[in-house]
C-alpha cells in the first residue's frame, strides 16, 4: 500500500516538474520572440511565435504578437487572419481590435476599419485617438460629415492637436467648403509650422478658390520656410499667371520643374507663359509634354498650335488643329480662336486663298474684331488679288473708324492702332496698281 501511494507521489511530482518545465520553454521560447520583435526581426519572431503556438493554440498574447509581426511584414491579410483569431479567443481584447482597425485601413477597407474603431470609442471613451481614428476611417470611406462630428469631439477635449485641424480640412474639402477647410488648414499650419505638404496644399486651395492674393502670400510663406516645397511653387506660379505676372509666375513655376515636379498642371502652365514672354522654344518643349500626359486637353492644344507657327512648324500646327476639330463637336469660343490660328498657320505655307476663307469665317464669329479683316485684306494682298485686297482692307478700317478716309489722323494714332497706316498706304498702292493695269487694256 505504502508503495502504490509512493509511486502515485512520484508520479504527480514528475508530472508537476514536466508541466513547469515545459512552460519554462515555452516562456523562452516566447521572450526570443519578443525580443526578436522589438528590434524589428519580424521574420525571426514569427519562427520563435509557431513554436509556441504549437504548445498552446489558445494563447492570446502569442497569437496577437503573430499578427504584429506579420503586419510589419506588409502581410497585412495574413495579419488579420491571426488578430481575428486572437479576438475570438480574447473578445475583449481592445489591441487586437485597434491591430484590426488599422490593418482594415492599410488594406484599402476603411468602412471595416470605421466598425472597430467605433467599438473601441464606446469601450474606452475617454480615449482621443480612438474617436480620430474613428473620424480618419469615416472619411476615407465617404462620411466627411460623420467624421466631423467625431471630431468636433476631439477638438473640444485637445486644441493643440495640429492633426485634429488637419483632419477637420480634409473633410470640409470633402464637403465642398473651401472657406472652412482653409481655416482649419491655416490653424494646423499654426499649430504645426512645418508641415511642408500642407502649405502647397493650402496654396493650392487658394488657388482653386480663385484667391489669389491669398495665395501668393501663403506660396511665399511657403517657399521662404522652405525653398524645395514643390507644391508651394507651383500654385504660387499658377496665382501670378492668373493675376497677369507672367515674369514671376515663369520664375516660380521654373522652381517647380527644377525640384522635379513632371505634373501636367506645371508642364501646362509653364508652357503658356513661356509662349507669352515669347520664349517659344521653352514653350514647344513643356507643351509638347503636357499634350503627351493630356493628349485631349484643348487649352494646351490650342497654344501648342500657335507655338508651332512661330517655331517654324506650321503643318505640326495644323496636325494639332486637326486633332482639335476631332474634339470639338461644335463650334465654340475655344474652336473659333482655334480656327484663326489656322487661318496664320495656313499663311506660314503659302496657302494664302484657304488662310483667306478661314479669316472670313472669323469675321463672322468675331464681328467687332478688326484685326480678322485685315488678315483677309492681307491674304488677298499676298495672292495679288487687288480688288478684294482694297475691298477687305477698306473694311478693316471703317471697323477702326467709319470716317476713316477723311480723318486727320496724328502719327501718335497711327502708330497705336495697329495695321492702320499699312492698310491706308497698301490701298494707295494697290489703288495705283489697278489704274496702270486698266490703262495697259485699253
Not at 119 to 136: F, G, H, S, T, Y
Not at 259 to 270: F, K, N, Q
Amino acid at each position: 500500500m505504502r508503495m502504490r501511494f509512493f509511486f502515485v507521489i512520484c508520479t504527480l511530482f514528475c508530472i508537476s516538474l514536466s508541466a513547469q518545465q515545459v512552460q519554462q520553454a515555452q516562456q523562452t521560447e516566447y521572450d526570443r520572440a519578443w525580443m526578436a520583435y522589438i528590434t524589428g526581426q519580424y521574420e525571426e519572431a514569427l519562427v520563435s511565435l509557431e513554436q509556441c503556438i504549437e504548445q498552446d493554440s489558445t494563447n492570446y498574447r502569442y497569437i496577437f504578437l503573430k499578427g504584429k509581426a506579420l503586419e510589419n511584414l506588409y502581410r497585412y491579410a495574413d495579419a488579420i487572419a491571426a488578430q481575428h483569431i486572437a479576438l475570438q479567443l480574447n473578445p475583449d481584447g481592445l489591441d487586437a481590435m485597434a491591430a484590426l482597425g488599422a490593418l482594415y485601413h492599410h488594406s484599402g477597407q476603411p468602412a471595416v476599419s470605421a466598425q472597430f474603431f467605433e467599438k473601441l470609442a464606446a469601450a474606452e471613451p475617454d480615449i482621443v485617438r480612438w474617436k480620430m481614428n474613428w473620424a480618419i476611417a469615416l472619411q476615407a470611406s465617404g462620411k466627411p460629415e460623420l467624421a466631423l462630428e467625431q471630431l468636433k469631439i476631439v477638438e473640444q477635449k485637445d486644441t493643440t492637436n495640429w492633426l485634429v485641424y488637419k483632419n477637420m480640412g480634409d473633410c470640409y474639402y470633402r464637403i465642398d467648403s473651401l472657406f472652412e477647410t482653409f481655416n482649419h488648414y491655416y490653424t494646423a499650419l499654426k499649430l504645426y509650422p512645418h508641415n511642408n505638404t500642407l502649405w502647397g496644399t493650402l496654396t493650392r486651395i487658394l488657388v482653386m478658390d480663385k484667391q489669389y492674393d491669398g495665395a501668393v502670400e501663403v506660396g511665399m510663406e511657403a517657399v521662404e520656410m522652405d525653398a524645395t516645397n514643390v507644391e508651394a511653387w507651383k500654385y504660387l506660379g499658377i496665382a501670378y499667371y492668373r493675376l497677369g505676372n507672367a515674369s514671376l509666375a515663369d520664375i516660380a513655376l521654373r522652381n517647380a520643374l527644377a525640384l522635379g515636379d513632371s505634373s501636367y498642371t506645371a508642364m501646362s502652365h509653364y508652357g503658356v507663359i513661356s509662349y507669352f514672354l515669347q520664349n517659344y522654344g521653352e514653350a514647344e518643349k513643356y507643351l509638347e509634354k503636357a499634350h503627351q500626359l493630356e493628349p485631349e486637353d484643348i487649352n494646351t492644344m490650342k497654344y501648342l498650335a500657335f507655338t508651332y507657327g512661330f517655331t517654324g512648324k506650321p503643318k505640326k500646327g495644323l496636325e494639332v488643329l486637326d486633332e482639335l476639330d476631332m474634339l470639338i463637336a461644335d463650334i465654340d469660343t475655344v474652336g473659333m480662336r482655334a480656327n484663326i490660328q489656322r487661318g496664320y498657320l495656313l499663311r506660314l505655307l503659302s496657302r494664302y486663298y484657304d488662310a483667306a476663307k478661314v479669316y472670313i469665317v472669323a469675321t463672322k464669329d468675331f464681328p467687332t474684331d478688326p484685326s480678322n479683316f485685315y488678315e483677309v485684306a492681307v491674304c488677298y494682298d499676298l495672292v495679288r488679288n487687288r480688288k478684294l485686297a482694297i475691298e477687305w482692307y477698306s473694311r478693316f478700317l471703317e471697323k477702326i473708324d467709319p470716317k476713316w478716309a477723311t480723318r486727320q489722323w496724328t502719327e501718335r494714332e497711327l502708330n497705336r492702332l495697329e495695321h492702320v497706316k499699312n492698310a491706308m498706304g497698301r490701298i494707295e498702292v494697290l489703288k495705283e496698281d489697278l489704274f496702270f493695269e486698266e490703262g495697259r487694256k485699253r
